[in-house]
């Protein structure tokens, strides 16, 4: 890599494998999409990389998962989204990325949260983590873990209600398509 930089032991290639893809899956939802979150990931475990030899070996992996949220939070707040996905062909996604990709409408809707919220979500559902971790992630209090998500979740309950609601209006004819 570069200068004075030396790739970590086996341990830090071993804890890739295990949860590499589960990382990538972490920024897809925070991102929105494969390209921002291929580069969240990467500029994670270079980061990570760097100072392995120093950090704490306590939690490994939830260190890692820190650093690819708060990349992925940083990429967000930096780009505003292209379609990248859509222009570029960026060869054959791993299954995850087909089973988040396939549920597009719910993707949107997330992507429509502000950051907090969306990283809250997706950090207590996808992620599994407790609001103490979570809070430990983001940098801030359980109360405001708790608030994020209450808010987050009343918003997308919010968008899919008014989705059922436009389905039973009529909208769509009985092909399934709109008359």
Known sequence: MGIGFEWPDEEYTSL???HGERLARLAFLLTGNRADAEDAVQDAVISVARNWQ?????SPAGYLRTAVTRRAID????????PLDE?????????GYLRLEGDIEFTRMLQELPERQR???VL????QLD???IARVLGCTQATVRSQASRGLAKLREKTDAGDRAMQGGELNGSGRTA
Do not use: F, N, T, W
């Open 87 to 95: 222009v570029l062909d960026l060869g054959r996604p791993d299954a």
């Open 54 to 58: 120093a950090m704490s070996k306590q």
């Open 119 to 121: 990283a809250v979500l």
């Open 131 to 133: 609001d103490r971790e």
């Open 75 to 82: 990429i967000v707040r930096r780009r505003r989204h292209l």
């Open 16 to 18: 890739l494998a295990e």
């Open 124 to 127: 207590r559902y996808h992620q």
